[in-house]
Structure formats: structure tokens, C-alpha cells
T-cell receptor, first 112, second 111 residues
Framework: DSGVTQTPKHLITATGQRVTLRCSPR?????VYWYQQSLDQGLQFLIQ???????AKGNILERFSAQQFPDLHSELNLSSLELGDSALYFC???????????FGPGTRLTVT | GENVEQHPSTLSVQEGDSAVIKCTYS??????FPWYKQELGKRPQLIID?????GEKKDQRIAVTLNKTAKHFSLHITETQPEDSAVYFC??????????FGAGTILRVKS
């Protein structure tokens, strides 16, 4: 157990819908990262937040957005969902930028 | 941006043999190189990492080596066991701590 929690574990929804994935970092970690893992794309970095502010952006679609709240938990919002958005979404946390990242158990999103 | 290539894509070894996975990176500014192990349906788990000021690091049966000049780093697993079977990912990170992952290596340890 890495100490990073994610909810829900599984999510099944229809195309065009909107979902919210939630992540709580390890105690003491200020930085949260979101990754997408699909079979043909591997692990792709989406976005990073540090202490409530966006720190770095990867290949995140405009339909996706995220935020980190004052209690340091983070949410990833996915809207206008398409079949290709089906994937495992991982959250990771670290104490500071440049330090070890620890992954949560992931949310498996299935878009039908 | 950074690009990480990982080889081989699959690796089968006999229990007790050694396994070596290699990665190359493109950005000479990258300074942090972690390795993750991922079992089917589970989270990537950090198993070892190395920073650019170190050439080698060991942790029991696992070691990582880094060649900054050639921009490649390798994972070495000795005395492999069936529980080592998993997908292994290398990654590289530079300024901004964006971790760029390799495509992964499926390691199968045959008993």
C-alpha cells in the first residue's frame, strides 16, 4: 500500500458523459500527478499540481481538467467522454517536485 | 521534449538467471531515473531509482546503472524468482519533474 488513495475503483459510463476521479495523496505529500494508462499508449503524464497550483502539463486533452484542493486532495474531471478515453487513470504523489512518486491503485474507466 | 526507449519489449528467463532491461533517453537535462514494477491490474510500484550524480545503485537483487554520456540506464535483476514476473517501466525526469515512461518490458520468469 503506497498511501495514495483513489476513488472510485471502477467507473462505467456512456459516451458524451462527464465523470470525476478523486485522489488523496500520501500524508505530507504536496504534489499530485495524474497519468493515463491505455494498452496502446503506455503510461502518459497528464498534469501535476503542487500545493494547490498547477505545476506542469502533459498531453492532457482540453476536455479534461483537474484541480487540487486546500486539503491537497485532487480531482480529475473528464467530459464529453469518447470510447478512446477508456483507460486506467492513476494518481501519484510526492513530497516535492523531483522526488519519488508513489502511485495510487488507479481508477478503471470504461466508456461504452 | 524527453523521449524514452525501452528494450526488450518481452523477456523470458529461467528462474535463477539474471534479467537486464535497457532504456535510452534523449534529454541530456534529465537527472532522475526511476524504475517501476507493475503486476497485472495493479499500481506501478517504485522499485529503485537513480539520480544523475550516481553511476550505480543496488538494493538486494536489483541494481540500476546509469551512463550519462551515452544517455542510457539499465535495470539488472539477479537470481530471478517467479514473483519477479511483471511489467517493468523505466522513466526519466528532468526540469519540471515530468516523468516520461518507456513502453514497458514484460518479464516472465519460468520455473
Amino acid at each position: 500500500d503506497s498511501g495514495v488513495t483513489q476513488t472510485p475503483k471502477h467507473l462505467i459510463t456512456a459516451t458524451g458523459q462527464r465523470v470525476t476521479l478523486r485522489c488523496s495523496p500520501r500524508s505530507g505529500d504536496l504534489s499530485v500527478y495524474w497519468y493515463q494508462q491505455s494498452l496502446d499508449q503506455g503510461l502518459q503524464f497528464l498534469i501535476q499540481y503542487y500545493n494547490g497550483e498547477e505545476r506542469a502539463k502533459g498531453n492532457i486533452l482540453e476536455r479534461f481538467s483537474a484541480q487540487q484542493f486546500p486539503d491537497l486532495h485532487s480531482e480529475l474531471n473528464l467530459s464529453s467522454l469518447e470510447l478512446g478515453d477508456s483507460a486506467l487513470y492513476f494518481c501519484a504523489s510526492s513530497v516535492e517536485t523531483g522526488y519519488e512518486q508513489y502511485f495510487g491503485p488507479g481508477t478503471r474507466l470504461t466508456v461504452t | 521534449g524527453e523521449n524514452v526507449e525501452q528494450h526488450p519489449s518481452t523477456l523470458s528467463v529461467q528462474e535463477g538467471d539474471s534479467a537486464v532491461i535497457k532504456c535510452t533517453y534523449s534529454d541530456s537535462a534529465s537527472n532522475y531515473f526511476p524504475w517501476y514494477k507493475q503486476e497485472l491490474g495493479k499500481r506501478p510500484q517504485l522499485i529503485i531509482d537513480i539520480r544523475s550524480n550516481v553511476g550505480e545503485k543496488k538494493d538486494q537483487r536489483i541494481a540500476v546503472t546509469l551512463n550519462k554520456t551515452a544517455k542510457h540506464f539499465s535495470l539488472h535483476i539477479t537470481e530471478t524468482q517467479p514473483e519477479d514476473s511483471a511489467v517493468y517501466f523505466c522513466a526519466a525526469s528532468g526540469y519540471g519533474n515530468k516523468l516520461v515512461f518507456g513502453a514497458g518490458t514484460i518479464l516472465r520468469v519460468k520455473s
